[in-house]
């Protein structure tokens, strides 16, 4: 059984940066790929970024390219979500998940586990 604890969410100014973190337990972590997902009030659920087994591949969603970084470090068993430049509509509930599976993919269905989530609220 995998479980997927995250952290960092917050209160933040738009234009600041937050990181959040995921700590991925109960099995092999290199194993899988990694994504990072969100759902504000009211929407559906959407991708972030992806990130596969070795960390070399990342993938993001056009809302978020060039303002956040997926990265990975497989010694510590952690998703990291480096968010910079934050907006107004960045404002969600982030969710991090687990594929088991070296290949990332842009839609939850593909996803085994998932986080209990982090709030991130952006105010002007």
């Known amino acids: 059984q995998v479980q997927l604890v995250e952290s960092g969410g917050g209160l933040v100014q738009a234009g600041g940066s937050l990181r959040l973190s995921c700590v991925v337990s109960?099995?092999?972590?290199?194993?899988?790929?990694m994504g990072w997902f969100r759902q504000a009030p009211g929407k559906e659920r959407e991708f972030v970024a992806a990130?596969?087994?070795?960390?070399?591949?990342?993938y993001y969603a056009d809302s978020v390219k060039g303002r956040f970084t997926i990265s990975r470090d497989n010694a510590k068993n952690t998703v990291y979500l480096q968010m910079n430049s934050l907006k107004l509509e960045d404002t969600a509930v982030y969710y991090c998940?687990?594929?088991?599976?070296?290949?990332?993919?842009?839609?939850?269905?593909?996803?085994?586990?998932w986080g209990q989530g982090t709030q991130v609220t952006v105010s002007s």
């Open positions: 990130i596969g087994w070795t960390g070399r591949y990342t």
């Open positions: 998940a687990a594929r088991n599976s070296p290949y990332y993919s842009d839609s939850g269905r593909e996803y085994d586990c």
């Open positions: 109960g099995r092999t972590f290199s194993n899988y790929a």
